[in-house]
C-alpha cells in the first residue's frame, strides 16, 4: 500500500495562478481533509470529505475549492493564488470519523 | 469552541534524561485524542490513539496517558533520534474525521 500520496511535492506559483493538488489514497478510507501548515499556527482544516459527492468547509476555507468524485482521489483547488496561501499543504484520510488518520507528505506551495 | 493547547513548545533534554510533553484540550465531546511525530520537511506521523480517560498506550520509550483535561507524552531515556516536532490532535463531537490540533511541542534530545 503507498498510503496516502500528494502531488507535487513543491510548487511556486505567481499571484492569480490557479493550481490544483493532487491526493490520492488506496486503503478505501471514507473521510478525507486537506490542511494547511504555518509556522506558529499549526495545523488548520481547509476543507473535508466523508465519503464521495460529500464536502464540507473547515476551519480556513476561503480561496480554495474541493471536490470528491472517487473515494480515492481528493484534489484541492486554488482558484486565484496570493501570497497569503504560501504554506505547506497536508493531505489525510481515515477509515472511521473517529479513527486515526494518515498524512501524505505534504505540498510546499510558494505563491510569489 | 474546541481547542488543544501543548506544552510546552520546545523541549531540550539530554540523551536519557526523561521528560513528558503535555495536551489539554476542550471538547465538547472527545472522540478521541491523538499523538503523531512529525519529521523535518515530512507528514504527521501517527503514534497513539486514547479514547477514555485513564487510558494508557506505550511505545517502545514513549508512553501516552489520558485524563479527562489533559494527555501526557512521557518519554522515557530518549535517544537522539526521538528528536521531532510531537502534534497533539482530538476529534471534536461531530463524527466527520475533523481534527483540531495544538501547536506541538519540538524536542531535540542531545547526545
Known amino acids: 500500500n503507498a498510503g496516502v500520496t500528494q502531488t507535487p511535492k513543491f510548487q511556486v506559483l505567481k499571484t492569480g495562478q490557479s493550481m490544483t493538488l493532487q491526493c490520492a489514497q488506496d486503503m478505501n478510507h471514507e473521510y478525507m481533509s486537506w490542511y494547511r501548515q504555518d509556522p506558529g499556527m499549526g495545523l488548520r482544516l481547509i476543507h473535508y470529505s466523508v465519503g464521495a459527492g460529500i464536502t464540507d468547509q473547515g476551519e480556513v476555507p476561503n480561496g480554495y475549492n474541493v471536490s470528491r468524485s472517487t473515494t480515492e482521489d481528493f484534489p484541492l483547488r486554488l482558484l486565484s493564488a496570493a501570497p497569503s496561501q504560501t504554506s505547506v499543504y497536508f493531505c489525510?484520510?481515515?477509515?472511521?470519523?473517529?479513527?486515526?488518520?494518515?498524512f501524505g507528505q505534504g505540498t510546499r506551495l510558494t505563491v510569489v | 469552541e474546541d481547542q488543544v493547547t501543548q506544552s510546552p513548545e520546545a523541549l531540550r533534554l539530554q540523551e536519557g534524561e526523561s521528560s513528558s510533553l503535555n495536551c489539554s484540550y476542550t471538547?465538547?465531546?472527545?472522540?478521541?485524542l491523538f499523538w503523531y511525530r512529525q519529521d523535518p520537511g515530512k507528514g504527521p506521523e501517527f503514534l497513539f490513539t486514547?479514547?477514555?480517560a485513564g487510558e494508557e498506550k506505550e511505545k517502545e520509550r514513549l508512553k501516552a496517558t489520558l485524563t479527562k483535561k489533559e494527555s501526557f507524552l512521557h518519554i522515557t531515556a530518549p535517544k537522539p533520534e526521538d528528536s521531532a516536532t510531537y502534534l497533539c490532535a482530538v476529534h471534536g463531537s461531530s463524527n466527520t474525521g475533523k481534527l483540531i490540533f495544538g501547536q506541538g511541542t519540538t524536542l531535540q534530545v542531545k547526545p
Open positions: 489525510a484520510s481515515s477509515y472511521m470519523g473517529n479513527t486515526e488518520a494518515f
Open positions: 471538547v465538547s465531546g472527545l472522540r478521541g
Open positions: 486514547l479514547y477514555s
